[in-house]
């Protein structure tokens, strides 16, 4: 363990290199994973046990993973001043794990006893997968308040690190499940055993190397922590429906192969969100020292610089799904071994999700520099008007999707 622990904690002569090839290399890993396990599990195990796995690992496990996160990540890592210990945040996040737990055991419970009065299709085996999946994503959302800590203790390699030692090692454990014993309730399983332990591994021996991590916990503290970061919690709870409603609508009207398959189609704004985190992240520190010392004028340049990297990224984006989108999504039925145009038919679908994953790019910016700001009520109503908003076209969406 002590051996492990010295080859993480070690940078280099370049700290900010450091930082930055870790930053790149462990969210790369953790987007890449998302985006190919759905893949993978329809080609292994079939499409109906594939979109039920996309549903889990993408849509239901990522919204309790954000009840677990509480969207407290931006505010630890931004509080520069040390307004809270990492004691204080580690609380608060043991709480909110078990919250999320619950609210998924509770979501899954409604839904089974709906299936028994013959409504939806929530059988015990889905429901047993989803549940794994819920508690794999938890202890993700679990390892997030070491990895914030890491990063706001000037130390964002070890965050990269954890991030891409501990993809790494449960999806590898999930895939060579799968592929040996054909089983996804039994990989899924296995799957969270590897997640608990890479959060052993790769962040709890590490945290306890660091010299200058707080872990004191003063009484009231939590509790103020989560009436400041409430409007925070709620508005990346409405801004990830917003983003799945789609899914959701697909997953309550459809069979579990749609889910799968919109899944796939959906895969390019986890691309183009992952590059986006790339170019926003290694300056979140810059922004808020910039906000802090009121240098307003360059903390307003850093951000239009930001963006407009962004903006680039998607009009490159956009240009190669319109020569490229059709191949791509025929390469990718031709992989699963799928009929012809069972993809591709939904190209120009596929086309504006592109270009929404560049606009959703752009608003995760905007949201870092609310909360740097401390602006957590602009952000709650922002998400809110967008989700209220994004309530009537989701079931079109799923009727066209359905065509």
């Given amino acids: 363990m002590k051996n492990l622990t010295k080859r993480l904690l070690y940078k280099g002569d370049n700290v900010a290199r450091a930082n930055v090839i870790w930053n790149i290399a462990g969210s790369f890993v953790y987007a890449f994973a998302s985006m190919v396990l759905s893949f993978l599990v329809i080609r292994m195990a079939g499409e109906e046990k594939g979109g039920i796995f996309s549903f889990g690992y993408s849509t239901l496990g990522q919204q309790l993973f954000l009840v677990a996160y509480f969207g407290i990540r931006p505010f630890q890592i931004t509080d520069g001043k040390g307004e809270y210990s990492f004691g204080e945040y580690r609380e608060h996040r043991n709480m909110t794990c078990m919250l999320a737990l619950v609210a998924g055991a509770l979501f899954l419970t409604a839904r089974t006893i709906a299936f028994r009065n013959g409504i939806g299709d929530y059988t015990a085996g889905k429901c047993m997968i989803l549940l794994l999946l819920v508690i794999y994503k938890v202890i993700d959302g679990y390892a997030d308040v070491y990895e914030s800590e890491f990063q706001r203790q000037g130390c964002l390699y070890l965050t990269g690190k954890s991030n891409f030692f501990r993809t790494i090692f449960s999806v590898a454990v999930f895939t060579v499940t799968l592929g040996a014993f054909n089983h996804l309730l039994f990989a899924c399983l296995m799957a969270v ?211």
């Fill in 193 to 403: 055993a590897a997640q608990a332990m890479g959060v052993f591994l790769f962040d709890l021996d590490v945290i306890h190397a660091l010299d200058h991590v707080d872990w004191t916990i003063t009484k009231g503290k939590v509790a103020k922590l989560f009436k400041n970061t409430g409007f925070l919690f709620v508005s990346v709870f409405l801004d990830f429906y917003i983003f799945s409603s789609a899914k959701y609508a697909i997953d309550a009207h459809m069979n579990n192969a749609a889910s799968g398959y919109f899944n796939l189609i959906f895969m390019p704004t986890s691309v183009i969100y992952m590059v986006a985190n790339f170019v926003i992240r290694p300056y979140l520190t810059t922004l808020t020292d910039l906000w802090t010392e009121e240098k307003i004028t360059e903390f307003k340049k850093t951000l239009v610089r930001i963006a407009a990297v962004i903006l680039g990224l998607t009009v490159l984006a956009v240009a190669g799904t319109l020569v490229l989108g059709k191949w791509a999504l025929s390469i990718m039925e031709l992989l699963m071994g799928g009929e012809k145009g069972t993809l591709t038919v939904y190209f120009w679908a596929f086309a504006g999700i592109v270009l929404g994953g560049g606009f959703y790019a752009l608003a995760n910016l905007m949201y870092y520099a609310l909360v740097i700001m401390r602006k957590q009520k602009t952000v709650f109503f922002v998400y809110a008007s967008a989700a209220a908003a994004a309530v009537f076209p989701v079931r079109k969406s799923c009727r066209d999707f359905g065509h």
